[in-house]
């Protein structure tokens, strides 16, 4: 490729990333930021996870959410990825089953009104909603973060925030963006007229 048609992809890639942004279902943000400083003033417990780069992103979230938001703060969230845990899972994925590899450790700690955020870019992949689906059942509040229409995880949980895309690697780089502005959302709420430059 020559310069020019890079720099044309890298273009194109940017403004249709802004196109993106200026979509954003900001109500359903709301709604998010709302749930987790419940789950924080209740002392509930908040469970992320995802696979491939939705994974990263909950790992991404948990270290922002934890660290972040309460290192100087004596009240903590309580915030746990699901996919952290390596060993865990490959244990579940090889004794019974890939899709249950959330839902399986979910069941150790998890309590009535506890906070499961289910991430996954197709809306579909069948352990986050399994591990989902099992803590609405289960007295727990969910929230999905999915591209390409919701997937069956929109449809499932009390709060969807659907990235409107059907480029995966798009709809991931929202789903950061999202978690970015969570915790600085939440931690300005903690931090009344700290500047949002100094979450780091």
Known sequence: MTNNSIHNQARGYLQELNRILERLDLE?????????????QEGARIFTMGNGGSGATASHLACDINKGCCL??????????????????????????????FRVPLQNFFVPGDLVLGISGSGNSENVLRAVEWAKKNGGIT????????????????????????????????HLVVCHM????????????????LCA
Request: hydrophobic share 45%; aromatic share 8%; proline share 4%.
């Open 28 to 40: 359903s943000f709301g709604k998010i930021v709302d749930f987790f400083l419940r789950a924080y």
């Open 182 to 197: 969570l915790m600085q959302a939440l931690r300005g709420q903690l931090h009344p007229g700290e500047k949002p430059e």
């Open 72 to 101: 100087d703060l004596d009240k903590k969230f309580k915030l746990l990825c699901l996919n952290d845990n390596l060993p865990t899972m490959m244990a579940v994925a090889n004794d019974i089953a890939y899709e249950e590899v």
């Open 143 to 174: 929230i999905g973060l999915s591209g390409f229409g919701g997937g069956r995880l929109s449809g499932l949980v009390d709060v969807a925030l659907v990235v409107p895309s059907n480029d995966m690697q798009k709809v991931e780089d929202v």
